[in-house]
């Protein structure tokens, strides 16, 4: 007869001592993952909302930015909102392309709603994060600025109707006006 080999009898954890270490495992590891996320999180959202643009000025945002687009002659659409989004105002340049009127829209919307420059979601996208465009609201499209006072975003200018790159700088023209 062989000689079986000795194989130690393991004694089960009673179920709250499992539970136990069960909860402790998941305070060590959840804690720093916690903590991580809410960091990344406020690191994102960029500066906080200060009080709406009004009127007067967002005819001088869209006034500088018309001059920019039309030294260049592009015609383009200048949307301004306040800062939760909603259109304060809005200029159409002459033979610009109908679709520019809600692109220009969508533009400044993301960027006064999420508080950063709609070429964030635009950047994002080209690295790689498929799962920006599910974002409602997110246009991933420069062109779409924060207007920006005493670190406060008041509203946003967005603008659209030639290249993204072009739409950036005329909204940029209406953002300098400001200074």
């Avoid at 967005?158 to 200074?179: H, N």
Wanted: charged share 20%.
């Amino acid at each position: 007869m062989t000689a079986r080999p000795r194989v130690p009898i393991i004694t089960p954890r009673p179920p709250e001592e499992n539970s136990k270490l069960t909860n402790q495992w998941i305070a060590r590891v959840s804690a720093p993952v916690a903590a991580a996320a809410l960091a990344a999180a406020a690191t994102a959202q960029g500066p906080g909302y200060g009080t709406a643009v009004d009127l007067d000025t967002a005819k001088k945002l869209a006034a500088a930015a018309a001059i920019e687009a039309k030294k260049n002659s592009w015609p383009v659409a200048i949307a301004i909102v306040d800062n939760h989004g909603t259109l304060v105002y809005y200029e159409m340049l002459d033979d610009t392309q109908t679709a520019s009127a809600n692109v220009s829209i969508e533009k400044v919307r993301a960027s006064a709603m999420f508080r950063r420059p709609s070429k964030a979601f635009e950047d994002a996208v080209a690295g790689g994060r498929v799962a920006v465009p599910g974002l409602t609201g997110a246009m991933p499209i420069d062109g779409g600025l924060p207007i920006v006072v005493a670190g406060k975003v008041i509203g946003a200018i967005g603008v659209s109707g030639v290249t993204s790159q072009q739409d950036a700088q005329v909204a940029r023209a209406g953002i300098d006006a400001l200074k």
